[in-house]
C-alpha cells in the first residue's frame, strides 16, 4: 500500500519535474488521487520534491480545498454568501443537512458525502449555488438539493447532475456546465463583437517595438481593473526596466471578492482576447513565460482553456517564435489555486505561484521589481488584459475616448442581489449608481455594497455618485439590497468572511477582524452599548492602518462604511444608558461560573 | 563609496546608507522604534506590526521600508503607540499569558513591551484558546499558548542553523507554528545549540532545565525598559 502511494507521488511529482515551486499542482493532483494529503503522503512529496515534509504540510493546510484528513468522495459546497443567504440558501443548506443526516462541516458515516460551506463561488447572480466536487450548480431550490442527494446516493458522477447546459461555451463540450453568462449588456471594449477582429491586436504589437507597445499602452491611459487601478503601461514599463535573469506576465483570475463573477464570463467568452492580451504584455515587457492563476472555484473552465492555449500553440500565436515574431518564445501555463481569498493579493497569488502557502509578500520590493521566483514580474487582472488587446487593435485614442474623459474605456459590473436583472453589464465608465440601479431594474435600493465587502456599503444619498476611478472605484462587484434587508447582517456576514480569510500573516489583520465581529455580533444580539461604537472605530482604524496587506487594510470597511452611512441601524440596537451604570454588563451572566463552581446561587441576584 | 541618504524621524534628521531600512537607521541613531518580530541579523518579517511608523504619511512597517531620500517619518506620536498598544493587547488576548508564573517573566519582550507602554490590562476580551504543548524533544519544548507567530523560530532555523525545524501551518486564527516531524519536535534534528531555540521573544520555544535558573528581580528588563539599550546610543 504504502509503496504504492509513494509510487503514485512519484509519478505525479515526476510530472512536475520534481520541482518544488510547483507544489500546488502536485498536491491537487494527489489530492485528486487520494482524497486527502495523508501524513504518509506528505512525507512521500516531501521526499520526491526534497523539500522538507512540514513545508509540504503548510501549503496543504492554507488552502480550504486540501484536507490532510480523509474526506468524502464527493464533496459538496455550499456557496454562504450575502446574496445566497438573500436568495434562501438557508433553505437549500437545512435540506442538504436532512437529507444527507450530517451538518454542515461535517462527513457522513459511510464517507460518502462531505458537507462544507465556502466562500462566493463566483456565482452571484445565479444564486443560491453551490459546487458538488469540481461541478458547479446553480439557482439551487429546496426541491433541487433533494433531487440531487438522491441521485448522488443512487451513484450518479456529479457531473450527470448538470440537466442543461448554459448558454454560449458553457455548453462546449469541455465545459458542459449549467452556468449561463448573464451577459446583459455588451461594450465596445470586450463584449460587443461586431467589429472584434482577433490577432489583429497582437500582430499590430508585434509590429512594434515593445516600448511602442507601452507607449500605446499608457496613452489610452489604461488603469488596471482589479479594484486598486494602477496604470496598466507604467507597470509595464517598471517591469521591463528592472534587472532580471527573466520575466514574467502573471493573469490575475483568482476571482474572489464576494459578488464579483465577470471574469469568468470573460473567461468562458473571451479566452482568446485574454489569451492575446497576455502575449501583448510578454512582448511588452519583455517575458518568456505567462501564468493564468485561475481560482480553484473554475476549475470546471480549466480543460477549455487548457484547450484554447493548445489551439493558440497550434496556430503558432504561442510558443517559439510566438505570431511569427522571430527571437519571441512565449507561452503560457495554468495555475489552479485551491481556495483562498488573500491569493487575489498579487504577492499572494505570486507566493502561490511558486509552491507556497498564500502568504502576502514584503514590499518593496514590488512585483515589478522581484515577483515570480524573484524576478521582474506584471500582474494584471482578466480584463486589464482583454482591453490591452482591444487598444493594440484599435488604437490608443478609440480606447481613451469611451468612458468620462478622466476615466478611460468600459468597465465590467457584476451586479446581484435585490433586482430584476443580475449579471454582468459592461458599462463606460462615468454611469452613475442610480442609472445603474435602474438598468439592473433594483431603483428601490436601500444600499448597495460597492466593490464587495473591502469596498463601501452607499446609501441612497450617494446614489448618484459615478462609478469611475475619481470618485467610487471598483473591480466590479455591485451587490444591490433592496428594503426590508437587515444591513447589519450584511456586514457581518463580510466580516465572517474576513475572519475566515485572513492569512494570518500579521497581527492586527488576524487577531483585529476577529475582535471587530466579536463586537459587532454583540450589537447585533442587543447586547451593545454606546462605548461599542467608539471601540469599534478604534479596532476599524488600526486594523486598516496597521496591516500588512491589502486584505487587512480593506477588511474593516463594511463596519467603516456603515458606522458612516447607516449609523442608525447601530444606534438603533444599543441598550440604553441606565444611570450611570454599564448596560451591557450583566450581573448574573458575570457570577455564573462560579455560582456553578459553588454549587449555589449568589444571594445578589 | 555610495551616498547616504538624508531624513528625519520626528523632526531629527539622520542618516542612512541606501538599502538601510527605517529601523536600521533609527537604531544606529539612538532612536527606539519598538519591534517584536525583528531581531538584528535576521531577515526582516514584518508580522508583528508594531514598527508601523508613518512615512510621509503612509503607515508602513519600519523594520521592512527602506528610508529614503527627504522621507518625513514619524514614529513617538499618540496616535502610532495607541496602534502600537492595541497590537500588544491583541497579542495578548489571542493567546494565553500566564506573566506570573511563566519561566519567561523578565526576559520577555511581550511582557517588557506592555510594561513600556503602560499596559496594565487589555481593552479587548480575552479569547482564551485551545492550544497544546510539545515536550517531545529531550531539551528544548513548545508552549504554543504563548506564541506570537513571530516567525523568529522559522527564520533562524533556516538562514542560521541550515535547518528546516519550523514552519507556519494553518491560516488565519488557525495559523500554528509546527516543526519538521510527524512526531513533534523531538522528531526533528533541532539541538539545543541550535540558534532558532533562543530566539524566541516570549515563552513559547523554551529549554528545558534551566528555567529559573536566574532569579526573578535580576532578569534583562527587570533593571530597565526594552529599548534602553538603544536610546542609550544617543546619550553617547
Given amino acids: 500500500m504504502s509503496d504504492n502511494l509513494e509510487k503514485i507521488v512519484s509519478e505525479i511529482c515526476t510530472r512536475y519535474g520534481n520541482d518544488a515551486s510547483r507544489m500546488m499542482d502536485v498536491v491537487r493532483d494527489a489530492h485528486a488521487r487520494f482524497g486527502f494529503v495523508s501524513s504518509a503522503c506528505a512525507d512521500a512529496i516531501a521526499a520526491a520534491l526534497k523539500t522538507p515534509r512540514v513545508e509540504v504540510e503548510s501549503l496543504v493546510s492554507f488552502y480550504a480545498f486540501f484536507a490532510a484528513h480523509p474526506r468524502a468522495k464527493v464533496v459538496i459546497r455550499l456557496c454562504n454568501d450575502i446574496v445566497d443567504v438573500m436568495h434562501d440558501g438557508h433553505k437549500v443548506w437545512e435540506t442538504f443537512e436532512q437529507e444527507l443526516g450530517i451538518k454542515t462541516g461535517e462527513t457522513t458515516k459511510d464517507g460518502a458525502f462531505s458537507l462544507e460551506y465556502t466562500p462566493c463561488i463566483g456565482m452571484c447572480d445565479q444564486a443560491p449555488a453551490a459546487l458538488i466536487n469540481d461541478v458547479v450548480v446553480t439557482r439551487l431550490t429546496a426541491d433541487r438539493a433533494r433531487e440531487i442527494v438522491r441521485e448522488l446516493k443512487s451513484g450518479s458522477d456529479p457531473a450527470g447532475l448538470v440537466k442543461e447546459f448554459g448558454d454560449g461555451n458553457n455548453a462546449h463540450e469541455l465545459v458542459r456546465a449549467m452556468v449561463v453568462n448573464n451577459i446583459r449588456e455588451r461594450g465596445a471594449v470586450v463584449f460587443d463583437a461586431e467589429d472584434m477582429q482577433p490577432g489583429t491586436g497582437l500582430k499590430n504589437a508585434l509590429a512594434m517595438s515593445p516600448a511602442e507597445v507601452i507607449r500605446a499602452v499608457k496613452t489610452a491611459r489604461l488603469r488596471g481593473r482589479g479594484g486598486a487601478g494602477f496604470p496598466a503601461g507604467m507597470k509595464w514599463e517598471f517591469t521591463r526596466e528592472s534587472a532580471g535573469s527573466f520575466r514574467t506576465v502573471i493573469c490575475n483570475a483568482d476571482e474572489g471578492e464576494p459578488g464579483t463573477f465577470k471574469d469568468r464570463v470573460i473567461l468562458t467568452e473571451r479566452p482568446d482576447l485574454l489569451f492575446e492580451g497576455m502575449t501583448i504584455a510578454g512582448y511588452a515587457i519583455g517575458a518568456e513565460q505567462g501564468i493564468l492563476y485561475l481560482r480553484g472555484e473554475y476549475a470546471y473552465l480549466q480543460p477549455f482553456l487548457e484547450n484554447v492555449l493548445n489551439e493558440r500553440r497550434a496556430s503558432g500565436l504561442l510558443g517559439q517564435n510566438s505570431a511569427g515574431k522571430a527571437g519571441f518564445n512565449f507561452d503560457i501555463r495554468i495555475q489552479m489555486g485551491a481556495g483562498a481569498y488573500v491569493c487575489g493579493e498579487e504577492t499572494a497569488l505570486i507566493s502561490s505561484c511558486e509552491g507556497l502557502r498564500g502568504d502576502p509578500k514584503t514590499r518593496p520590493p514590488f512585483p515589478a521589481q522581484r515577483g515570480y521566483r524573484g524576478q521582474p514580474t506584471a500582474v494584471n487582472n482578466v480584463e486589464t488584459l482583454c482591453c490591452v488587446t482591444r487598444i493594440l487593435e484599435k488604437g490608443p485614442g478609440w480606447f481613451s475616448q469611451i468612458g468620462n474623459g478622466k476615466s478611460a474605456g468600459t468597465k465590467l459590473l457584476s451586479i446581484s442581489g435585490d433586482c430584476k436583472k443580475p449579471g454582468v453589464y459592461e458599462i463606460p465608465f462615468g454611469i452613475t449608481l442610480q442609472q445603474l440601479l435602474v438598468k439592473a431594474g433594483g431603483a428601490d435600493a436601500i444600499a448597495v455594497q460597492v466593490g464587495g465587502p473591502s469596498g463601501s456599503m452607499v446609501g441612497p444619498k450617494d446614489f448618484g455618485r459615478q462609478i469611475c476611478f475619481e470618485d467610487l472605484a471598483t473591480g466590479g462587484s455591485i451587490m444591490i439590497f433592496g428594503p426590508g434587508r437587515n444591513l447589519l447582517q450584511v456586514v457581518q456576514k463580510f466580516m465572517e468572511f474576513f475572519v475566515e480569510e485572513s492569512c494570518g500573516y500579521c497581527t492586527p489583520c488576524r487577531v483585529g477582524n476577529r475582535l471587530i465581529k466579536e463586537r459587532l455580533d454583540r450589537i447585533i444580539a442587543g447586547k451593545g452599548e454606546k462605548t461599542d461604537l467608539a471601540y469599534l472605530e478604534q479596532l476599524v482604524e488600526m486594523v486598516k492602518a496597521a496591516s500588512r496587506c491589502g486584505l487587512g487594510q480593506t477588511s474593516p470597511n463594511p463596519v467603516l462604511s456603515t458606522l458612516k452611512n447607516f449609523r442608525q441601524c447601530y444606534e438603533a440596537l444599543l441598550l440604553k444608558e441606565t444611570g450611570g451604570m454599564q448596560p451591557a454588563f450583566d450581573l448574573k451572566e458575570a457570577v455564573k461560573d462560579a455560582e456553578n463552581i459553588a454549587a449555589r446561587a449568589s444571594v445578589h441576584c | 563609496m555610495s551616498e547616504k541618504i538624508s531624513f528625519t524621524i520626528d523632526g531629527v534628521a539622520l542618516e542612512a546608507s541606501p538599502g538601510q531600512t527605517i529601523l536600521e537607521a533609527a537604531d544606529a541613531a539612538g532612536i527606539y522604534i519598538p519591534r517584536l518580530c525583528k531581531m538584528k541579523g535576521l531577515m526582516p ?26 522621507m518625513t517619518v514619524e514614529n513617538n506620536t499618540e496616535k502610532l503607540n495607541d496602534y502600537r498598544r492595541s497590537v500588544i ?33 487589555p481593552r479587548y476580551p480575552y479569547m482564551f484558546p485551545d492550544r497544546d504543548v510539545d515536550a517531545t524533544h529531550p531539551d528544548v519544548m513548545i508552549d504554543r499558548n504563548r506564541c506570537i507567530l513571530c516567525g523568529r523560530c522559522v527564520l533562524t532555523s533556516k538562514a542560521v542553523d541550515g535547518k528546516n525545524v519550523f514552519q507556519f501551518t494553518g491560516r488565519g486564527a488557525h495559523k500554528k507554528i509546527s516543526v519538521n516531524s510527524a512526531a513533534g519536535l523531538g522528531g526533528t534534528n533541532l539541538k539545543v545549540i541550535d540558534k532558532a531555540a533562543e530566539v524566541c521573544p516570549v515563552g513559547s520555544i523554551i529549554k528545558k532545565r534551566v528555567g529559573y535558573a536566574v532569579p526573578v528581580g535580576q532578569r534583562k528588563f527587570d533593571a530597565r525598559p526594552i529599548g534602553s539599550e538603544i536610546e542609550e546610543e544617543k546619550v553617547k
Fill in chain 2, 45 to 70: 518579517f514584518g508580522s508583528c506590526r508594531l514598527c508601523t511608523v508613518l512615512v510621509n504619511g503612509r503607515p508602513q512597517s519600519a523594520c521592512t521600508q527602506p528610508a529614503g531620500q527627504n
Fill in chain 2, 89 to 121: 493587547e491583541m497579542l495578548f488576548v489571542e493567546g494565553n499569558h500566564y506573566c506570573p508564573f511563566c519561566e519567561k517573566s523578565g526576559n520577555c519582550e511581550l511582557q517588557a513591551m506592555a510594561y513600556r507602554f503602560g499596559i496594565t490590562a
